[in-house]
Every structure is written in structure tokens, then in C-alpha cells.
């Protein structure tokens, strides 16, 4: 069964229950108050009758001529409903009530002790009680005007009722089609999402739970669209990264080949570089992807990372020498102990000075910073010319990304570095970011907690 119709069996089955209940109470209620009015109208009419019996006492003195007589006790009760003001006079026509008349000793004086459930009234005169009068009570109305005027109220009530269902069913059907539409919409947007259609867009503009899971729809499909975007991306880099290596290389074995070159040291030394490239590059894409899918191991204890980076920085002398480049380097001598693994941080420190190594032009700068602070420590590796521009200062760390005219592969880098970088960062619970530098380069700042 479709959910628009379960929605509309629900709403029509929810009402029908409220009618019932209403109906039913309403009864109830209608009944219940029709017997009360009538018990008390019978208790009204018996106090006029008690009145007439308190000035028959008053003057004979006692109860003896209504044991004597016993029609004069009717013909009193008669009197009194007759002649009584209208709230006790008898509105509708018929025999009077069963009264029964008792003493102060409550004994049976005159007329009939009726059923029960009964009411006493009291006869008083001068402040003192003389007898009782013995009222007949309803439990329940089963004839008479009042038992007509309850069944037509019943009747009314079921009209009333089968309209109230007819209007919920009528109202019903066209909420059930407006509460199952976003539903219904966002059915066809999954299964477009399902077939590659990542453009798909549901409208958002309710303000219930509905419109909210409609945004995150759209948020889904936009996510989507980019990770499908940045696949296609990533896999048409590689292939460019990878086929670049590859064609020289075959460009050079089959120059040898042919004969035009010969199979000396240096043609072999060239085609020996081109290996050692593409291996970096395979190496770059491995530690890469282990990062992004959690494989990459991490061995983490208190680390000295002053020290560690100190070494590393030592280690690069000779070869920003060479670069014709000058290595500074500003960390403190004391210790500053980070929770991490001693091995990715000195890849990281090692990532980050190669980068500046290779595009950083003869001539220049290049300044490592440590400064620590009381939640952790921050690195910064600043370099001289050339820039980047600001535009591409957020791309810096994507996959395979380069600047074209100032960074580019003519340096030897892979494009991996920096997210290769990024990703070791995150690992140990800190950020990584790019900046313009002062120098007239880039600077790459880099926060570590302690913990």
C-alpha cells in the first residue's frame, strides 16, 4: 500500500475515533444532565408539597386525619403541584409523583413508599421538623417527553458526527498528497542521485523537518557532484603525471634503439632520473592514498620536536647550499615535547624544505621558525621569490596541484608534498595552512598540539 493512502487511513481513522468519542461523551453528557434536571425538578415540586403538609400540620396538630383519610393527602399533593409558582408547578401533563408521607419516627403516615433510588425532603414548622416526605429519584430515562428529547438529540448527534467524518475524509486525502509530495520528490531525487545525476535539486522552501531534509539533500547531491568532480580530476592528473615519465622514457630507450643515441652514461644517467622520478611519484600516490583510506601507521610518544627538527635542518644544509639557497633556522634550544610519531614528523619538517628547496630561485631565502605557545607549538618555513598568487594559496594542498608559472614540474616535485603534508598534520590533531610571505614567497604555517 502506497504511504499516501496509509496517511489517509491514519488521519480518517484518528478522526473517526475523535467523532466517536465526542459523540459519545456528548451523550452522555446530554443524558446526564437531562436526569439531573428532571430529579431536581421532582425534589422542587416536592418541597411545595411539603409546605402545603407543614400548614396541614400546623393546623390540626398532628398527621391523624391523612391516616384517616387517605385521598386528602392526594388531593393536598394535587394542590400544591397545581397552585405552586411556575418553577414548581407541573409543566407537563401526567399523574403525580409516588410520594410517601412519614412522622418524625419515620412511619408510614399516608401514600406509598416508592422504589429506589428515593430522596427525603423534610417538613418543617417553626424551625422543627415534623415528617418526611419520601421523593421518588430517576436512574435512568426510559420514558416521557424527556426520553423523546434524548433520542432526537442521539439523531442529531449521529448527523453531526457523519458530516464531521465526511469533512475529515474530504480534508484528509488532499493533506495526505501535500505531506507525501516531498516525499515523493525526494524518492525521484535519490534515484536520480543512483543513476549519476549529482545536478538533481529538491525545493527547499518548507520550514518543517520535510524542507530541512530537502536542504540536506541538496547538500548531499552538491558533496557528491564535487567528489565526482575531484575523482575525475584526480584520475585524469594522474594519468597525465604518469604519462609524462613514461614518454620520455620510451622516447629515450627507443632513440637508443633506433641508433640515433648511443647506450653511453649519459643517455643512460637521463633515463635513470626519469626513473627515479616516476618511482617518486608512485611513492608520493602510495603514501597518499594509505593516508586517505587510514592505512598510514602511526608509532606516537613524547617527542622531542626542537631536537627532531634541528637534525632535519642540519641534514638539508648541504643541499639548500648547493640550491645556491640560504637555510635559517630560528628553534629554540630548550625542549618542546609533542605527542606524535617521530618519523612522520621529520617527513613532514623534510616535505615542507624540499618544497622550498625546488621553488625557491637561486639566490634566495628560506627561514624555519619554531615558536612554541601554551597550547602547542607552531613551524613556520618561510622562503623567498617566487609567489603565489592568493588564488591559489587554498589549492596548495590538493592532490597533483601545481602553480603553472612559477612552481611547476620543471622543479622535480610531484604535486604531492604538500597534501601528503596536510594529511600528516591532521593525524596528529593540528591544522596546516599557506600564506603570502614577507619575503616575497610562500609561507607554510604549521600548529602541533601537545597532546
Partial sequence: MRIQFKIFLAILGSSAVLVATVMLLAQWSVARGMLDYVNNRQLQRARAVSAE???????????????????????????ALDSGPPPQRSALPGPPPPLALLDQQHRLIAG??????????????DGNTIGWLVVPQMHEIRTGFEEQFLRRQR????????ALFAVAALMGLPLAR??????????HGTHQLTQGNY?????????????????????????????????????????????????ILRGELEAILDGV??????NLLSIHQEVQHLSRLVDDLHA??????????????????????????????????????ELNVQIPAREIEVYGDDDRLRQLLDNLLDNSRKYTQRGGTVNVIANP?????????????????????PKLFDHLFRVDDSRNRASGGSGLGLAICQRIVTAHNGNISAAASTLGGLVIRVFLPYR
Fill in 288 to 325: 597518499l592514498t594509505t593516508a586517505d583510506i587510514g592505512g598510514l601507521q602511526y608509532r606516537k610518544s613524547e617527542s622531542d620536536v626542537a631536537e627532531l627538527w634541528r637534525d632535519q635542518c642540519d641534514a638539508h644544509q648541504q643541499r639548500f647550499h648547493e640550491a645556491g639557497l
Fill in 53 to 79: 403538609l407543614a400548614d396541614f400540620y400546623h393546623e390540626f396538630n398532628s398527621w391523624e386525619r391523612l391516616q384517616m383519610e387517605p385521598r386528602l393527602f392526594r388531593r393536598i399533593v394535587l394542590n
Fill in 373 to 393: 605557545f601554551p597550547e602547542g607549538v607552531e613551524l613556520l618555513i618561510e622562503d623567498s621569490a617566487p609567489g603565489v598568487p592568493n588564488d591559489a594559496l
Fill in 112 to 125: 406509598l413508599v416508592p422504589h429506589p433510588p428515593t430522596a427525603i425532603v423534610p417538613i418543617e414548622l
Fill in 155 to 162: 439523531w442529531t448527534l449521529l448527523v453531526i458526527g457523519t
Fill in 199 to 247: 545536478a538533481v535539486k529538491l525545493t527547499a522552501e518548507r520550514s518543517d523537518e520535510l524542507g530541512a531534509l530537502a536542504r540536506d539533500f541538496n547538500e548531499l547531491a552538491l558533496t557528491l557532484a564535487e567528489n565526482d568532480s575531484s575523482r575525475k580530476r584526480w584520475l585524469a592528473d594522474i594519468s597525465h603525471e604518469l604519462r609524462t615519465p613514461l614518454a
Fill in 178 to 187: 501535500h505531506l507525501v509530495k516531498p516525499i515523493r520528490e525526494l524518492t
Fill in 261 to 266: 643515441r648511443q647506450a653511453d652514461t649519459n
